[in-house]
Nanobody
Framework: QVQLVESGGGLVQAGGSLKLSCVVSGRTFNNYHMGWFRQAPGKEREFVGRISWSGSYTSYADSVKGRFTISRDNAKNTVYLQMNSLKPEDTAVYSC??????????????????WGQGTQVTVSS
């Protein structure tokens, strides 16, 4: 059974930083791309960014580019989301997800089949 467990959320002031973690079990972690998503109250889920299975390729939504960084430690089955210069509009539940296809070419859009339960990030102004 594939499980993803996020941690690291919390309350932070605008301009501050948080680092989220997502631990994966039940799948050979280092064969799969990983994605981060977020959902604010009353809004649809939004893509934040993703990292390739090797860690050599990352991509980000324009809204977070230059502020957020995704990394992974394949030895620990963990993907991270470092969030800097946080803004109130970054307030949301953040979830990680694992791609459904191993070694998917990075040029292809990711398709995710398992998700974590999410962790709340609240940025106060």
């Amino acid at each position: 059974q594939v499980q993803l467990v996020e941690s690291g959320g919390g309350l932070v002031q605008a301009g501050g930083s948080l680092k989220l973690s997502c631990v994966v079990s039940g799948r050979t972690f280092n064969n799969y791309h990983m994605g981060w998503f977020r959902q604010a109250p009353g809004k649809e889920r939004e893509f934040v960014g993703r990292i390739s299975w090797s860690g050599s390729y990352t991509s980000y939504a324009d809204s977070v580019k230059g502020r957020f960084t995704i990394s992974r430690d394949n030895a620990k089955n963990t993907v991270y989301l470092q969030m800097n210069s946080l803004k109130p509009e970054d307030t949301a539940v953040y979830s990680c997800a694992i791609d459904s296809r191993p070694w998917r070419p990075v040029g292809l859009r990711g398709e995710y089949d398992y998700w974590g339960q999410g962790t709340q990030v609240t940025v106060s102004s």
